[in-house]
């Protein structure tokens, strides 16, 4: 079973941008496994919103097109998410997976980003 951590959250302002990280720790090979960011705010359910498949195409929910960036480094079994042009509905607990991962799955812990002035 995979194991995910993430990192890189914190406190921004509004525009501002974080740049988040998820490190696997895998016996298969990373770079077969499309992957995707997920969040999950109070009171809300998690939601997908950027995923990358094995060969780099990426899609993105709506409410962060134009906005945030998934990217991957299969040499560090690694996935990143850009996020610029912060707001505050973007507050949220963040978290890597793979794209079918459902809550029964394994999560790794998560990263809180906050965005307030």
């Known amino acids: 079973q995979v194991q995910f951590v993430e990192s890189g959250g914190g406190l921004v302002q509004p525009g501002g941008s974080l740049r988040l990280s998820c490190a696997a720790a895998?016996?298969?090979?990373?770079?077969?496994?499309?992957m995707a960011w997920f969040r999950q705010a109070p009171g809300q359910q998690r939601e997908l919103v950027a995923r990358?498949?094995?060969?780099?195409?990426?899609n993105y929910a709506d409410s962060v097109k134009g906005r945030f960036t998934i990217s991957r480094d299969n040499a560090k079994n690694t996935v990143y998410l850009q996020m610029n042009s912060l707001k505050p509905e973007d507050t949220a607990v963040y978290y890597c997976?793979?794209?079918?991962?459902?809550?029964?799955?394994?999560w790794g812990q998560g990263t809180q980003v906050t965005v307030s002035s």
């Open positions: 895998s016996g298969r090979a990373f770079s077969f496994y499309a």
């Open positions: 997976n793979l794209p079918l991962a459902t809550p029964s799955s394994a």
């Open positions: 990358i498949s094995s060969s780099g195409s990426t």
